[in-house]
């Protein structure tokens, strides 16, 4: 409870120190606030604690999550000032409402009531249709915001008429409540299955999972580099939490109501986010479908409720964060690099012009592909195990092949970086950008050693 | 004050007549008035009454949209207002508890105001 | 107070049920086909203002005050959601000089 009013109060403090006009100070108080309520956090593990008259409960799932974003965003800050060299204007501002939406985010792990799910949800997405927008004169931007704006609301009023329905039916919001009802009620009414069915179509939604996912490539691609970092890092990792923890605590004793539709995602994801993202020119693009074909993976968690998922979720969520800030951190440097250019040509030759930015991403690369010493490995393979333990023997078949068709597009970029080329003019980035993205690298490879440090944890 | 009485749909009938008679009103006479009326149009009569003045240029043309941000400014600090009801029906029940958490909500809700201010979002002459 | 509850349940459930969805189904509709973005801003206030009206008649058949208070907060988060839509609007049209989503087909595969 208290790291998530830590982060929130950095943000309002971020906005105020605004007018010092010293980027230095802000980004610093940033940080401060972030390692503050991440330490909070972690500090807060094994005390099961319930706050805000039952609205919230912090337990160790909730806590292991959060650290996880948090930890994430740390990440994407230290990357910031780099990011916006040169730019002055309304840069505090981005840095709060990054930090708002965070706070949104950690509310939505821990939530105990659909109404703090509902306030979470929307306190991290509305910050982010102005974040999304952020590039004020660009017409590309401009429509990213937009069309997250629509399909985010679209998937709020969806996911509001699911929680009305299942209000409607059980009568209440608590989530021991709903609970209850199911394991007293034996005949269920066809209204309430139509809720859950709602609320499982809105998650799809936020999620962006096939076929769903219409928005997600285009809003990726469009809005600033940065923000698609946190979008796809931190706000997926939220949603898949929430996703996972509702189904798991509401609606666990009704699963015919949700099962067929999450296999049916699950498998579209796979196939579709892999095959849609062989044919990308724009490496930001790929980016964008290669997240989708990864909620495909994460969603194998969803299927198979056992002990095994929710860790190999958070797992999975750690390694899949840490390669998404890599790679999208070292897109920033050759975008910037190449003026604009974010094709996959753009990255010839980035053997040469910088090789710690290649080998960051080569490693990063290998970690989506699920190649072994990386975390990208064991994070497929326990989602893979969690999935047979469920008797989801075939849907791992398909897994295993979507991998084997992810590994073509990821070599690609990894085979256009170390191809020769005639220009070979260097690359230079600041050192605080460089200690970001080495440590995302060294603990993609830690994670990749030594998985039991995380997959005992929860 | 409110009977609980059951409503059947034929007590909706007069409401039913008295909208038709209404229809049927309108209709007639805007049918009529174009029927009987004499047409003769002149590019005077057609042009728009500006009271003497020669029209130029699109009426919808743009125009400065300054007072947009404080429109949606009060929209948003008009709808916080609604927490403050469930607060103050039960003002006493709640007691010292409910009184820390609407001040630290009010608290917040001006320190975004205080935010605005030294941004100049209310500054018209700008 | 009893007494609007008792007048909200002088209607059966099924019929604040079907106009709801009624309600809701126009919105999505007018989402996905209508081109003018303000008409898109107006159909999504609508579908939130359904599910209010569903959540309204459900508590009071229920006798739950949650149901409301749940309505207090979709309507701030409504306001604040369509301030900031109406920004990106204001954003867009400064930059584009229209409101049709038509326009906004710059990004493709």
Redesign the interface.
Known sequence: MFSIITIAITG?LL??LG?LKNRWIYISVAITGLITALALSVFSWNSLETSFSNMLIIDNYAIAFNSVMIFATILIFLLAPHYFKGIEKNVPEIYALLMFSLAGACMVTSFDNL?ML??GI?TMS?PL??LA?SK??S??S??????Y??FS??A??IF??G??LV??MV???HVGDISNYFTITKEIPS?LKVGIVLLVISFGFKIAAVPFHFWA??VY??SPTLITAFMATVVKIAGFAAFYKLLSTCFILVPDSWHHLILGLSVLSLIIGNL?AI??KDVK?MLAYSSISHTGFMLFAILSFNSFSASSLLYYSFAYALSTIAAFGVLMVVKNHMSADGSVQAFEGLAKKNPILAIVMTISMLSMAGIPITAGFFAKYYIFVSAIQGGWLWIVIIGILAALVGVAYYLKLIIAMFAKTSETEKIVTSPLYITSLLVATVLILIAGVLPNLIISLI | MICAKVYTPIDYLPIMIQSFVVLGFVVTTMIATHMLGPKRNTKQKLENFECGIEGMGNARSPFSVKYFVIAILFVLFDVEVIFLYPWAVNFKELGIQGFVGVVSFSALLLSGFGYLMLKGAFDWEK | MENITSAIRIIPLEHYLFLCLALFSIGVIGVLFRRNTIVILMCIEMMLNSVNLLLAAFSSYRSDPSGQVFVFFIMVVAAAEVAVGLSILVMMKRNVDSIDINLLNKLKD
């Open positions: 309002v906005l105020y007018f109404t509902f306030i929307e509305i249709y102005i927008g004020k004169f017409i590309r401009n429509e990213a915001s937009f069309k704006f629509i609301s679209l709020t009023a509001l008429l929680i009305t209000y409607g009568g209440s919001f209204i490539p285009d691609e469009g849609a044919k990308q693009r």
